[in-house]
Antibody, heavy 122, light 108 residues
């Protein structure tokens, strides 16, 4: 079965960096695009970034563009999110999710991990 | 950027039908997906491509999309359906995923 397991969260001071990982199993990782989505405490879902199956295409939310970098290692079945210049407003649960596209090219997030919590605080 | 508008809350008695709306400019031309999130849990896809239902999701969950409004309908609501529900589209203009603000479904 599809499994996505995030790790790397924790407490970090403003301005510092953190790298999140998402280990994938139960499917051919290199065939799927992947997303990062976050959720601040008590708030709604906020999309962060997406990467294509081969890593060649990446898109970011305006709130993180220039600070966060999404990447993947298909040999390790792992997705990453490098977060630099962290701010208090980046405090959130961070989820990775698989991007599934139907034959009509319509795409959605069909499997989600359980998330890893990032707290930015001095 | 594209904006999706959901009511903050919807309440319904057990056994009744809940309808959760998602408004957006000409959203009928887009493919809308819906996610359920229970407290302390990750989101779960409940409807894809406006009206598709993933395996394991009860037939009581259905969706529609026309004009400026997409709707998630849950028939014969049960206490276990209490959750936050989010609509989502892909904004091709900005190459961004867009989520609605979420609707808290309360079963009275």
């Amino acid at each position: 079965q599809v499994q996505l397991v995030e790790s790397g969260g924790g407490v970090v001071q403003p301005g510092r960096s953190l790298r999140l990982s998402c280990a994938a199993s139960g499917f051919t990782f290199s065939n799927y695009g992947m997303h990062w989505v976050r959720q601040a405490p008590g708030k709604g879902l906020e999309w962060v970034a997406v990467i294509s199956s081969d890593g060649s295409n990446k898109y970011y939310a305006d709130s993180v563009k220039g600070r966060f970098t999404i990447s993947r290692d298909n040999s390790k079945n792992t997705l990453y999110l490098q977060m630099n210049s962290l701010r208090a407003e980046d405090t959130s649960m961070y989820y990775c999710a698989r991007r599934y596209c139907s034959s009509g090219g319509r795409c959605y997030l069909d499997y989600w991990g359980q998330g890893t919590l990032v707290t930015v605080s001095s | 950027s594209y904006v999706l508008t959901q009511p903050p809350s919807v309440s319904v008695a057990p056994g009744q039908t809940a309808r959760i709306t998602c408004g957006g400019n000409n959203i009928g031309s887009k493919s809308v997906h819906w996610y359920q999130q229970k407290p302390g849990q990750a989101p779960v896809l409940v409807v894809y491509d406006n009206s598709g239902r993933p395996s394991g999701i009860p037939e009581r969950f259905s969706g529609s999309n026309s004009g400026n409004t997409a709707t998630l309908t849950i028939s014969r609501v049960e206490a276990g359906n209490e959750a936050d529900y989010y609509c989502q589209v892909w904004d091709s203009g900005s190459d961004h995923v867009v989520f609605g603000g979420g609707t808290k479904l309360t079963v009275l």
